[in-house]
């Protein structure tokens, strides 16, 4: 049974827009801690996304040391229990993860649009 690459095929048409127009090339696992942050309801801490991640504490620091550095995310110290750091959204990560999400409606579209395409092709 063969495999429908649909998903991966948009997922590389996002990728290539989002390297040709220069964002940040985030690692898999700093885009990971970013979907969980702004998809997933708040709060959010270095020790709650390692469990979900099911990777190190010092893993997840140094993806937010990058985000952080890219104003994606910020940390603050938890008032309530000053061991945890929580983890916010930011304005700047908004407007890149909605940038984002604009260009994978994007690449969907013209997938489907060129697919179409090759069906006329196809049918002459």
């Known amino acids: 049974m063969a495999r429908d690459l649909k ?3 948009v997922w590389c048409g996002a990728l290539t ?16 801690v970013m979907l969980i942050v702004y998809i997933e309801p708040p709060p959010h801490t270095v020790r709650g996304l390692a469990a979900k991640l099911n990777v190190s504490k010092p893993a997840i ?18 008032e309530e229990d000053r061991r945890n750091v929580l983890v916010q959204r930011t304005v700047k990560g908004s407007v890149y993860l ?3 999400a604009d260009m994978v409606v994007k690449a969907e579209l013209d997938l489907a649009a060129r697919k179409a395409e090759m069906g006329t092709q196809a049918a002459q």
């Not at 620091?61 to 938890?78: E, I």
């Open 17 to 32: 827009e989002s390297v040709r127009r220069d964002t940040p090339d985030l690692s898999a696992r700093q885009f990971a």
């Open 98 to 100: 909605s940038d984002f």
């Open 61 to 78: 620091t140094r993806a937010l040391d990058r985000l952080s550095q890219l104003g994606f995310l910020k940390r603050k110290r938890d």
């Open 7 to 9: 998903p991966l095929e």
